[in-house]
């Protein structure tokens, strides 16, 4: 028997370390591994949460910046038109009188109501009558505007339009039908 040869011991100590630290560096690495895809699962779940969150606020924005124009009011109503004694019906109206009202908490601006691409040719309001469209229209307020006269076969077609600015300056449209849509700057 021959003895150990303590020349190669420390290579064989220093192999032996060298693979405990490969197994502790290994192990180190997975556990890494592990937190990186724990936290890319969180980072996705929070990216989530936020787009939700955005979504929620930009409609929360949107509904608010509508407030104001929601308010708003627009009634028309015929006029010209004779009563046809066989059907009861009102026949032959040439014209539409409009009144728009401001049930908000703030004045409207740069009120105009058309009738199938013709401008009103009348308006009324608190203090004013003229041809010219409304500057300013206060709250809780209303104004009357008239049409020009139609052939009683142009004036279903012709139903009124009216574009407004609100207190934060947004353009709006809202028809006759009550659907109101902004209008883009």
Known sequence: MTGIDWGDAPT???????????????STLKSQQ????????FIAQQSANLALERQAL??????RRSSQARQVRLSEQAHGAE???????LENANQWFVTVVNG????????????GEQPATWVESPGRAGGQPLR?????????????????????????V????????????????????????
């Open 162 to 185: 009216l574009q407004f600015k609100d207190d934060d300056g947004i353009a709006w449209k809202l028809h006759a039908n009550e659907r109101l849509e902004k209008v883009a700057s």
């Open 34 to 41: 592990s937190q990186i895809a724990e936290q890319r699962e």
């Open 58 to 63: 930009t409609a929360d924005l949107a509904d």
């Open 83 to 89: 009563l046809n004694d066989e059907t009861g019906q």
């Open 136 to 160: 300013i229209l206060a709250r809780s307020k209303s104004a009357e505007f008239s049409s020009p006269l139609f052939r009683d076969t142009e004036l279903g077609s012709s139903r009124a």
């Open 104 to 115: 908000s908490d703030a004045p409207l601006y740069d009120l105009s109501v058309t009738f």
């Open 12 to 26: 064989w100590i220093a192999g032996g370390f060298a693979a405990v630290a490969a197994f502790y560096t290994r």
